[in-house]
Antibody, heavy 119, light 107 residues
């Protein structure tokens, strides 16, 4: 059974750096083809893809946010970490992590964590 | 960057067929995926690789993808199908791209 759970601060101040951790179980991020992605959703708005890390440490970033994002993995801890620098109120969103398989796409999602950016 | 366009809303009567479209340049050359999201919940994959249903997804959900348009079809729509639906595709330059979402109302 694959599960993922996001953790991190619920409130950050403008200009601060956000660090989110995705802790997962039921799969290994060393399995060929597997990835973990981050997606966010502002309140009442659409999903926005942020970043993806593959089993082989290949990393992909949203072109519009690439300069602010870093994604890393710790295979031994079953964790993926996303950092986003220079947070702004417009970054207020629910942040999701998701398991990505070559065939099924984003087939398992975490429950999401709401991050509010406010002074 | 690659973009996917969906209608903001679709309405359907119970028992009827709902169709939700997703448009993008040569989308038919990519795989399309569809996610259902109910209020306060995480997205759930309902269609992968254009037309395949994951285990546990009712047969009334189907998909197609050709040319510039992918379509999610819900046959015999039920009240429980009322939700937001998002299409998604992978673009080599942009990464995973989501459509703007379609709110399906069953009335």
């Amino acid at each position: 059974q694959i599960t993922l759970k996001e953790s991190g601060p619920t409130l950050v101040k403008p200009t601060q750096t956000l660090t989110l951790t995705c802790t997962f179980s039921g799969f290994s991020l060393s399995t060929s083809g597997v990835g973990v992605g981050w997606i966010r959703q502002p309140p009442g708005k659409a999903l926005e893809w942020l970043a993806l890390i593959y089993w082989d440490d290949d990393k992909r970033y949203s072109p519009s946010l690439k300069s602010r994002l870093t994604i890393t993995k710790d295979t031994s801890k079953n964790q993926v970490v996303l950092t986003m620098t220079n947070m702004d109120p417009v970054d207020t969103s629910t942040y999701f992590c998701a398991h990505r398989s070559p065939m099924f796409g984003l087939d398992y999602w975490g429950q999401g964590t709401l991050v509010t950016v406010s002074s | 960057s690659y973009e996917l366009t969906q209608p903001p809303s679709v309405s359907v009567s119970p028992g009827q067929t709902a169709s939700i479209t997703c448009s993008g340049d040569n989308l038919g050359d990519k795989y399309a995926y569809w996610y259902q999201q109910k209020p306060g919940q995480s997205p759930v994959l309902v269609i992968y690789q254009d037309s395949k249903r994951p285990s546990g997804i009712p047969e009334r959900f189907s998909g197609s993808n050709s040319g510039n348009t992918a379509t999610l079809t819900i046959s015999g729509t039920q009240a429980m199908d009322e939700a937001d639906y998002f299409c998604q595709a992978w673009d080599s330059s942009t990464g995973d791209v989501f459509g703007g979402g379609t709110k399906l109302t069953v009335l």
